[in-house]
């Protein structure tokens, strides 16, 4: 009896102590997240990013109250990683999130024109990384060209008003009816440059449009320009491929694919030739990394 009751007076300091979080833990899960908010900084050149990198990796605990950290501001951790940093997207309702209206506001003051830029960027994104061993390959690098994606869109335009014509859907909308017009039908009547007295490009021309889509990512930290050529050479990087991956399985993105137009190439203004299979229609408004609302 004196034995048990030696045992049960003893058995409360076996316990295990349990772990406490510290206003210094939650202040540097914060900064891991602040830093990730920070698109162009590489890890690799900041040594107080990789330090908490590396404890996000190699501390499960303060692994989750960054992403608790990250999860009540809104957003979605795509990776933790030495390539990537700490990626992350917003979610629709935080307050990080992009719109596209607000986008093409910025842009232009023709309310069609936000299906165009939605639609530069799905381009943009197709073009990049146009098979799904592509996006799975984390060490695949996608290279794009403004000139390119306006080519892609136009070819894509053209196979669809042959489908239309085929159909013998409406082709040419009223003038007075512009919510009759598709996204596609707009991109083939707008001019693909523009013109000025001193040859610049136009900003609501179709490569005008796709500049301000890649301008955009590159400023963003999902693409890094690389040249002058073809109005402007780009590749991928780490975060945009987990950007792109994140939304691969739209319906938007899945029906350009299917087109069966898309090359893999350098970037350049190469296309491939149309082939027949199941009709499809592009979904109007389309955009990445932006949320439709």
Request: aromatic share 6%; with cysteine.
């Amino acid at each position: 009896m004196n034995e048990h009751a030696e045992w049960s007076e003893a058995e409360p300091s076996t316990a295990p102590a349990v772990a406490t979080v510290t206003p210094a833990d939650a202040a540097d899960a914060a900064r891991l997240v602040a830093f990730g908010l920070q698109p162009k900084l590489q890890p690799a050149r900041d040594q107080e990013y990789a330090d908490l990198l590396r404890r996000y990796r190699e501390d499960p605990p303060f692994a989750r109250l960054a992403d608790a950290v990250a999860t009540g501001l809104g957003l979605i951790v795509l990776e933790v990683s030495p390539r990537a940093g700490m990626a992350v997207t917003a979610a629709e309702d935080s307050v990080f999130a992009v719109r596209m209206g607000d986008y093409a506001r910025r842009t232009s003051a023709d309310g069609g024109d936000r299906f165009l830029h939605g639609l530069a960027h799905l381009a943009v994104a197709v073009m990049a990384f146009p098979r799904p061993e592509d996006l799975a390959d984390d060490a695949y690098i996608g290279r794009v060209t403004v000139n390119g994606v306006d080519a892609f869109v136009r070819q894509a335009c053209h196979r669809l008003e042959e489908r239309a014509a085929e159909q013998g859907e409406n082709t040419d909308p009223a003038s007075d009816a512009p919510g009759l017009e598709t996204a596609w039908r707009i991109w083939a009547r707008r001019s693909a440059t523009g013109a000025t007295k001193d040859a610049r490009r136009l900003a609501g021309s179709t490569t005008g449009i796709v500049a301000k889509a890649v301008t955009f990512l590159t400023d963003s930290g999902f693409l890094q320009r690389t040249g002058d050529d073809h109005g402007g050479t780009y590749r991928t990087t780490a975060r945009y491929q987990l950007q792109v991956r994140e939304l691969a399985g739209g319906a938007a993105m899945a029906e350009l694919l299917e087109l069966g137009i898309v090359p893999v190439t350098d970037g350049t203004p190469t296309l491939l030739p149309a082939d027949s299979g199941e009709d499809l229609e592009l979904v109007a408004g389309a955009g990445l990394p932006f949320h439709s609302a």
